[in-house]
């Protein structure tokens, strides 16, 4: 559990469910863990700790030990995705008829892929149905985040990856990635101490 600070939390979450995923690109592997509440998106991975509000439409880097939210500049993110999208051209998804059962969870199958573009692109993508989690703040950071990718798969609010894979290949590069679904757990008691975040200091 996150250990933060006693300032009074300005919401009192009803909902509490911990995501974790492993995510592997190229050799590098991560562990992400995602707090999910109806008030935010805490997702703690690699040695940063960011927050999506959905009040604000924001995301923001937490300093636990400044007790401050510093804004996330995108622009950068923004600039990459303009160029990446005219280089993929249209990314193609086709759901696979059939259910598959993958890690003990009941999935359907997305393909995602293009054709005639100056980056190969394709991938898959297997996902399942939890109904909480169209009670969290999952569906609204989605939404946020469509503008700072290149496309986005068809997740419906309560869906979640339980495994996918990526590639692209272009001349002289070639980029894989893959991710799993490690578990959820509904752990509401633990989010009593993480909305206090939402009373931390918030700064350009």
């Known amino acids: 559990m996150l250990t933060l600070f006693s300032r009074p939390a300005p919401v009192r979450s009803e909902v509490g469910l911990i995501v974790r995923n492993s ?8 562990v992400q863990t995602q707090y999910l509440s109806e008030h935010y998106v805490l997702t703690d991975v ?5 927050l999506y509000w959905p009040e604000r439409n ?3 880097v937490v300093d636990r030990a400044k007790q401050e939210l510093k804004t996330l500049d995108t622009s950068a993110q923004l600039a990459q995705v303009a160029q990446l999208k005219p280089a993929l051209g249209e990314v193609k998804i086709e759901r696979v008829e059939g259910e598959e059962e993958v890690a003990g969870y009941t999935c359907r199958r997305l393909r995602a892929f293009n054709e005639n573009a100056a980056i190969v692109f394709s991938g898959e993508l297997f996902c399942t149905r939890l109904p909480e989690l169209a009670d969290t703040a999952l569906g609204r950071e989605r939404e946020f985040d469509e503008k700072l990718q290149a496309f986005a798969m068809p997740l419906a609010a309560d869906e979640i990856v ?10 002289g590069f070639e980029q894989n990635q893959r991710t ?20 931390f200091k918030v700064v350009d």
Do not use: P, Y
């Open 180 to 199: 799993e679904l490690l578990g959820v757990e509904s752990r509401l008691e633990e989010f009593a101490e993480l909305d206090r975040i939402l009373s």
């Open 46 to 50: 690699g040695r940063m700790l960011m």
């Open 58 to 60: 924001q995301r923001f």
């Open 23 to 30: 995510m592997t690109i190229h050799t590098q592997e991560l």
């Open 162 to 171: 339980v495994r996918s894979t990526m590639k692209m290949l272009a001349r």
